[in-house]
């Protein structure tokens, strides 16, 4: 239905600015554009990152799923990998400990002022996707490809209505959300 | 409004839905999933390009992601943007160097700081990448279309992380 504006070169340029700048203004309004908040749950002492996370995943899961089931939106798994998602993974968590941000949440920290965010986290971010980008074809067949399993999404695997698995995750994130509230995090 | 754009902070419930509507948003009109590391190889390839010419973009890696300005670049700018914008409005915007956290375990001194966030960015930037996405690709929009890949990833962010942020802290620090 909204095929055509996909299409719109400049239109959807101006669409990227303004989603990314709603995205960003949110990041920043829920603190987790600072080091603190980040390194906070990391240290299991301040859940502001979880509560985000997973409130964003209940709300986009069931919009999503709704709007595919209309026909409005193709969905966009990632292809994974042992090699990509479970080693690629934990390097990105002790990534993730030392510089206390994330892409998304360093830009939005050099928004709000931080220079560690600047001068050492999106600057080393620049040269680390470099050092990538230059090692990718070799890393790629030795890492990457390890223990491939491709774009699959969990209603896929199981081979089930996409809703069931929508209830069941919904279910446990918002059981997961009312156990954090309880318990004072 | 006005009053509630001005505020410092947002309950995360209201930011997380809010994320949450944005994404149908940017897959009913975009066709784009919320991503930013994607935005970071780009602008890397980008400067690479300004010092070693063309051929920059023939590398395997920039076939699959194109160095250039498409949507996911404008969005990484926009959040630069919009988190300036937030912290603004909130008069929160200051020059920090060194975060409150890190200076009660490791004092004010600036330099330790900047090298463990360089060297932590250099390993994100890599690992990003390795991981096929970060915290927003994976974290949020992978996970809510309930895609394998995505939630095995942020599974071992946590783990990783957790890990990490525990030895710094509860065993150097």
């Known amino acids: ?185 | 409004m006005l009053e509630w754009l001005q505020m410092k902070h947002w309950s995360p419930y209201a930011v997380g839905i809010a994320i949450g509507i944005l994404s149908w948003l940017t897959f009913l009109f975009s066709n784009q999933a919320v991503s930013c590391s994607t935005g970071i190889t780009q602008t890397s390839g980008m400067i690479e390009k300004i010092f070693r010419g063309k051929r920059v973009a023939q590398k395997a890696y920039y076939q699959k992601f194109p160095p250039v300005a498409d949507w996911k670049w404008t969005f990484l700018l926009g959040v630069l943007i919009g988190a300036f914008l937030s912290a603004l409005l909130s008069g929160s915007f200051d020059f920090k160097w060194v975060p409150q956290l890190w200076e009660q375990a490791f004092g004010a001194a600036v330099l330790p700081r900047l090298i463990t966030a360089f060297v932590g960015g250099v390993f994100m930037g890599f690992a990003s990448r390795w991981a096929n996405g970060c915290t927003s690709g994976h974290g949020i929009s992978g996970t809510l279309q309930l895609a394998v890949s995505s939630w095995i990833s942020v599974i071992f962010f946590f783990i990783g992380g957790i890990a990490c942020a525990l030895l710094i802290y509860r065993v150097i620090g």
């Open chain 1, 1 to 185: 239905m909204f095929t055509k504006i996909h299409s719109k070169k400049g239109l959807q340029l101006v669409l990227g600015l303004l989603a990314g700048i709603v995205f960003g203004f949110l990041l920043q309004k829920g603190g987790v554009t600072q080091y603190d908040v980040i390194l906070g749950q990391l240290l299991l002492i301040d859940f502001t990152m979880v509560k985000i996370m997973l409130s964003a995943i209940v709300v986009g899961m069931i919009g999503v799923y709704f709007f595919k089931g209309l026909g409005l939106v193709k969905l966009q798994p990632k292809a994974g990998s042992t090699g990509m998602n479970v080693f690629g993974g934990l390097f990105f968590g002790i990534s993730f400990a030392l510089l206390g941000y994330c892409p998304g949440t360093a830009v939005g920290a050099i928004g709000s002022g931080y220079m560690d965010a600047l001068l050492g986290g999106v600057i080393g971010m620049l040269v680390g996707a470099g050092l990538f980008a230059a090692v990718y074809p070799r890393f790629s067949t030795l890492v990457l490809q390890e223990g491939y399993f491709g774009d699959i999404t969990f209603p896929e695997l199981f081979k089930v209505n996409p809703w069931i698995l929508v209830a069941i995750f919904s279910g446990i994130i918002v059981l997961i959300l009312y156990l954090l509230e309880s318990l004072g995090l």
